[in-house]
């Protein structure tokens, strides 16, 4: 046997020997022990520690009540005392062998919504949602599109003067039309300013100059109230972005707000035909509260009014998107006029996400009697507060097209953080 044969089976045996010791119990349960840690005060884990010969200690003695740390019928068990921030070493027959970072978060306490809101966005400017051709005396054409304007594009100014909604416009128009000076617009597309010239044309049929461009100022809808928090009266809902109908991007917010809405029946979903609640805004349209910001993770703002009472009224915990675990869970929404209700899902899947992204549960409807009523998942129920051990986990967003049983969830951790709570105790104040 040569050297060079000898070296491979020797490499072949010790990456056999790894493997072996890999996928071992004790060296499973080893790596099922993160080394970044984070809980709220009065949280516990348990990490299977039966075939690990390990002990954990707080090694910081400066605040030796932040961790209860204690080796007990095989598990590891960790308890939250108090916010702070402290590392635990994992020993074995005294030797540290894991450092495990731990960052215990002081109690976060919000109120699950579930009732459904009417919604009213006031956009950046006015919106573009399509082309109109201006029939004239020498052919058709859009002023607009030969400018290059595209659908989408949102128009925040005309000649260095600020527009807000669509009436704005028909002055310069007029006067541009008359003057057959070009109007000069200060366009917004995709996060991006820019300028064109634009010059209308007359109709010929009723004498009067258009750009060629249909567009919109405002956007209506309803969804589902998701949390607030008593406190600072800043609240979440929807759990995904609000998009234009007919471009199908976000809607950039100037302002909005949102009003009680009364759910009037139920659309029932089948299999390729989402359903939807009817609904319309609750009498005389009073102002519940305002909408700041419309991300991917919902809308949010301050409740100017009280909210009607849902079937929790007092502040519960909220869960991180790392403590969600798959199993029976409760959704509050509203399925017949303004009453809160809650059904019985179960959380098929859940993604334990470390940065912000949509999309981070799966859930499925188990409830016989939401089942009977709505098929599952329907339009609306967007925003719906899903509740697991008596913590406010995650809100309904989508619903499988194909099977209205199920649906999309997102992680209740990234929308508190779009709704400027701070979930990490570091500015824990009210504003």
Do not use: C
């Amino acid at each position: 046997m040569n050297r060079e044969t000898a070296r491979k089976m020797i490499g072949v045996l010790l990456l056999g020997i790894l493997m072996v010791i890999g996928f071992s119990k004790p060296m499973k349960e080893y790596w099922q022990i993160p080394k970044q840690l984070v809980l709220f005060e009065g949280d516990a884990v348990k990490f299977e520690a039966a075939s690990l010969p390990v002990q954990a200690t707080a090694n910081d003695r400066n605040a030796p009540e932040t961790l209860e740390v204690e080796r007990k019928n095989g598990s590891l068990s960790v308890k939250a005392k108090q916010s702070g921030q402290e590392t635990m070493v994992l020993q074995v027959a005294g030797m540290p062998v894991k450092q495990v970072d731990v960052n215990v978060l002081p109690t976060l306490k919000v109120v699950p919504g579930g009732q459904s809101i009417g919604v009213k966005l006031n956009t950046v400017g006015v919106l573009v949602v399509g082309y109109h051709l201006v029939e004239t005396e020498n052919g058709k054409k859009s002023p607009g599109e030969a400018a290059g304007i595209q659908v989408g594009d949102i128009i925040t100014g005309i000649n260095g003067k600020k527009i807000e909604n669509m009436s704005d416009l028909s002055p310069f128009i007029e006067e541009a039309g008359k003057t057959g000076k070009p109007l000069h617009l200060q366009i917004l597309r995709d996060q991006h300013s820019m300028t064109t010239k634009l010059v209308p044309l007359k109709d010929k049929h009723d004498d009067v100059y258009r750009i060629g461009l249909y567009i919109r100022d405002s956007a209506a809808g309803i969804g589902t109230m998701t949390f607030y928090d008593p406190k600072s009266k800043k609240y979440g809902a929807l759990g995904h972005v609000i998009s234009d109908m007919d471009t199908k991007k976000p809607i950039v917010v100037q302002d909005g707000q949102i009003m009680s809405s009364t759910v009037t029946s139920i659309e029932k979903g089948t299999s390729g035909n989402p359903g939807e609640k009817l609904a319309r805004f609750s009498d005389g349209g009073e102002v519940i509260g305002t909408i700041t910001n419309n991300s991917p993770f919902g809308i949010f703002g301050k409740l100017t009014k009280s909210l009607p009472d849902g079937p929790i009224t007092n502040p519960i915990p909220v869960a991180l998107a790392s403590q969600v675990k798959e199993g029976p869970a409760k959704m509050l929404t509203v399925v017949e006029n303004d009453k809160v209700e809650q059904f019985d899902v179960e959380i098929v899947n859940t993604i334990p996400q470390k940065f912000p992204a949509t999309k981070g549960l799966v859930i499925r409807v188990t409830d016989p009697r939401l089942l009977k009523k709505t098929g599952g998942i329907v339009q609306g129920m967007s925003g719906s507060p899903i509740i697991q051990d008596g913590k406010l986990v995650g809100a309904v967003t989508h619903v499988f097209v194909n099977d209205p049983t199920s649906g999309y969830g997102v992680h209740i951790e990234w929308m508190l953080q779009e709704a400027g709570i701070d979930l990490y105790g570091k500015q824990r104040k009210a504003s």
